[in-house]
C-alpha cells in the first residue's frame, strides 16, 4: 500500500496564530506570516517579490496540485498589498513611535497634573460655597416660609438637595427671567456639574404640584420628567399654613439615587469627563475615577492601512497605545483587515474602517458640532501614518488637521523617480512645490523637498513642524514630523527655506540662496531668548556660471534648509534598538547602523545646533525630547563622493579616509552621509574641497597627459592647481603636461561667495592626506550602515489588484 503526504490540518481563525499554519475561512484556505507580534494572512504562494528574470512562477493559489504556470503573466496578483522588503520600514516606524510616545505621554501627565490641580481647588471653592448656602438655607427653612401672592409663580431656591423660597418675596414673570437670566450667564459653566450631583430648580404652583424648569426659563421642562412627578418621586413635603403651596422639597435617599441615575449622561466607551478631557478611559462613577490611576490617551491612525500589519504590530508593540485605526478605501482590504485583527486578537485595540483616507481625517478634524452633553471628545490622533503607494502629497493637508497639537506626522514617498530625478520635473513641482536637484545628493534633495512641502502646508494654518527622523532609505523616502502649533515658530519658516545652484553638467558643486534671514537682536529680551528680526536675504550667492568649472548652474528647490533630524529623538530610538528583540525585529543590525550614520551627520553644524549642548530657548527642564531652535539652518545640506570629483578630474579615485585626513587636519569636520556609502558630508566650501583633489592629483595620483580636453570642466578646475615647490606643496608630481594652455595657473578665485566663509587664498592651505586621521574610530559593535540588496531586480514590487 503506498502512502501519500497529506496537507497540514487547517485551523480557523480563533486558534492561537502561529506562522506557517494554515487557516480556513470562508471556504478559503490562507497561510499565516509573521512580522514582528503580528500575524497577516495571505493565500498559500502569493507572490511577494518579483523577478523579471525568472520563466516559472508558483500555481495560483486555490489550484490543485503542485505544477508551475511557465507564463509570468499567469502569475496571481496581489489582492491586498504586501510587501516584505519594507520590513524595515516598519520595524523603524514601531521604534520611532515607541520612543515618541514616552515623551509625548510625559508631557501631557506634566499638563494633566497641572490642570487637575488648578480644577481640584475649583472644585473645592465650590463645595465650600455650596456647604455655607446649605447651612444658610437651613436656617431660612427654619424660620420664616415663602408665601406667593394673587397666584403668580414663585422661583424656588435651590440649597444642595434641598428646596425652598427666597424668604416669602414677591417676585413677577418679569423680575424671574431677570434674574435668571444674570444666573444662566453667571453659572452656565456649573450646570453640568449641578446635574450630576442631582440638584434641579423647580417651580411650585398653587396645585401644590413641582415642576422642574429649565435654567433661565419659564417653561416646564417635561423631559425631565424625575421632577414633574411632584411628591411622588420628589416627595415634597406641605405645611398645612401654606395653604397647601409648596415650602420645601425633602428627598429621601432612595428617590435621590434614582433622580441622579436618571438625569446622569451615561458613561460612553472611549470617552472620559475628566477635567482635561485626555483620558481615554471609561469611568462612569466618582470611585471607579479616583480608584484607576490616571492613564494618557495615545491614538494612532494608519490611514493607507492595506493588510493592516502597520496597525496590527503598533497594537501589539507599542505600550499605552490606547487606540489604533486601520483606514482603506477598498473594500476588500477592509474585509482583510478585519479578519487579521480577529486573527491577532486585537479587536478591542484596533478599529477597522472603510472610507478615503482625506476624507476620514478631515471628518476627524471637524467633527459635526455637539450642542448638548459633557464635554465633546476630541478624535484627533496623536500619531498619523501615512505610507501610500506612491506620493503622499495629496494625504498631507488633511493629516495635519486631523493631527493633535504636539502630534507626530509619519510620512513615505515611494515615487524616487519624481523627487530625485529631472526627467519629471514639472510633475515635481507640482507635487512637492519645488523643482528637484541633479547629482549623486539627488536622493537628499528629494528628502528636503518632501520636507519642505509639509512645512509649507502647516504653516498657512500657524501650525510649525520638527523633522525628528529623515532617512532616503533604498527606493522611498521616510520622515517622522513633530507639528505643534506655534505661529512664532512659522516666522522662522522663509529663513529656513532655500534654493539651490547646481553645477549638475559640471563639476558638481553647488551654492545655497536663502528666501529670508533670522537676525537675533541682541540686547534686547531677555538673554537666553532675544527676539528676531524676519526680512528677506540678500541675492545672488553667485554667478550663473560656476566659479569653480566655468559651467552652467541651474536652481533647484525651495527646498527645506534646517536639520532634518533631532538628536535626542534618533538616540532614543537607539536605546530602544538595544534592548528590542533581534527575533521581532529582524532588521536591527541595519536599523542601528543607518541610525548612527544618519546621527554622526549633525556633526557638521554648528554647536549648540548639532543637539550636543541643550537648548537655551527650551524652559521645560523635565522634557524628554527638547526642540530643535526654530532658528537652526543647515548651511552644509549635501555630501559628495570622491570618486565622482575623480572622474571630473580623469584621476584616481582617492580613498574616502584619504580625504576626509586631509579636510579634518586643515580645521573642517568631516564625517559621512547616510543616503550612499563613500559618501562625504562636510562644513569646508567647495573651493577648499577643489583644492584637496588637487593636491591629491599633484601628490599622490597625476594626470596622464592630455587627459584633459581644453574648455572642459576638469580643465577649468586644475588651472589652478599649485606650481612645484609652491606655498603649502609637500612635492609630488606636476601637472603641466596634463593640462593645455596653463598660463594663468595660480589666478586669483572668482565668483561671489555668499555665506560661506572661504579662505582667502586656498594654495596656503597644507594639504596632507592623514588616513589614520580619517578613519572613524571602531565602536564596540560592528555596525551594517548600508544594506546591500537583498536580491536581484527587486523594489517596490507592483500595485494591489484590490481583490482577493
Known sequence: MSTTAHPEPTKTLGDPPATGQLIAHEGKVYETIREGRAYILIPPHTRTSVDPSSKTKPKPAGGEGGGEVKDVKDATPQGVFYNPIQQFNRDLSVLAIRAFREAFCERRRVEHERVSGKAGARKERKRQRRDEAIAGGQAGVDGVDGEVKGGVETEA?????????????????????QRAGLKRKA????????????????????????????????????????????????????????????????????????YIADTEPPAVKGVSRDVDGTNGQTQATESDRQSQPWRPRFRILDALSATGLRALRYAAEIPFATAVTANDMDRSAVKSIRTHIEHNQLSSKITATLGNAIGHMYNIAFPPAVTHGPTPFTGKYDVIDLDPYGTAAPFIDSALQALNDGGMLCVTCTDSAVFASCGYAEKTYSLYGGMPIKGA????GGLRLVINSVATAAAKYGLAIEPL????????????????????????????????????????????????????????????????????????????????????????????????????????????????DQEIYQTLP???????????ELAVLPEPSNGTNPNQNNTTTNDLLPKTPPETIDTHPFFFIPSALAKVLHCVAPGEAAVKGALRHAGYRATRSHCKPGSIKTDAPWSVVWEVMREWVRQKAPVKEGALREGSPGWWIMRKARGVGEAGGVGGGTVEGAVAG?????????????????PKDTKLMKVIFDEALGRDKPGKKKLVRYQANPRENWGPMTRAKGHT
Not at 405645611?239 to 409648596?246: A, E, K, L, S
Open 157 to 177: 431656591v435651590e440649597v444642595g438637595g434641598m428646596v425652598g423660597l427666597d424668604d416669602g418675596q414677591e417676585e413677577t414673570d418679569e423680575g424671574g427671567n
Open 187 to 258: 453659572g452656565a459653566q456649573d450646570e453640568g456639574e449641578e446635574q450630576r450631583n442631582g440638584v434641579a430648580k423647580v417651580r411650585v404652583v398653587e396645585s401644590g404640584s413641582a415642576v422642574a424648569v429649565k435654567k433661565g426659563g419659564a417653561v416646564p421642562d417635561n423631559a425631565e420628567h424625575g421632577a414633574t412627578e411632584g411628591a411622588s418621586q420628589r416627595e415634597l413635603v406641605t405645611d398645612g399654613d401654606t395653604n397647601g403651596i409648596v415650602t420645601h422639597a425633602q428627598p429621601s435617599e432612595d428617590a435621590e439615587k434614582a
Open 441 to 444: 545628493h539627488s536622493h537628499e
Open 469 to 580: 527622523l529623515s532617512l532616503s532609505i533604498d527606493f522611498y523616502v521616510r520622515i517622522f514630523i513633530r507639528v505643534t502649533k506655534s505661529p512664532a515658530d512659522v516666522k522662522f519658516l522663509a529663513g529656513k527655506t532655500m534654493l539651490v545652484y547646481g553645477c549638475d553638467t559640471g563639476c558638481g558643486a553647488w551654492h545655497t540662496q536663502m528666501l529670508g534671514r533670522n537676525t537675533r537682536q541682541t540686547g534686547k529680551g531677555p538673554p537666553n531668548n532675544p527676539p528676531f528680526k524676519h526680512g528677506i536675504a540678500l541675492a545672488p550667492s553667485t554667478d550663473h556660471l560656476c566659479e569653480h568649472c566655468n559651467s552652467k548652474m541651474h536652481i533647484a528647490g525651495p527646498m527645506w534648509a534646517g536639520p532634518i533630524l533631532n538628536r535626542a529623538f534618533v538616540e532614543k530610538i537607539l536605546n530602544g534598538a538595544k534592548h528590542a
Open 590 to 600: 541595519r536599523l542601528e547602523g543607518m541610525l548612527d550614520t544618519a546621527l554622526n
Open 742 to 758: 596653463t598660463g594663468d595657473v595660480g589666478a586669483e578665485l572668482t565668483g561671489v561667495q555668499g555665506a560661506e566663509e572661504m
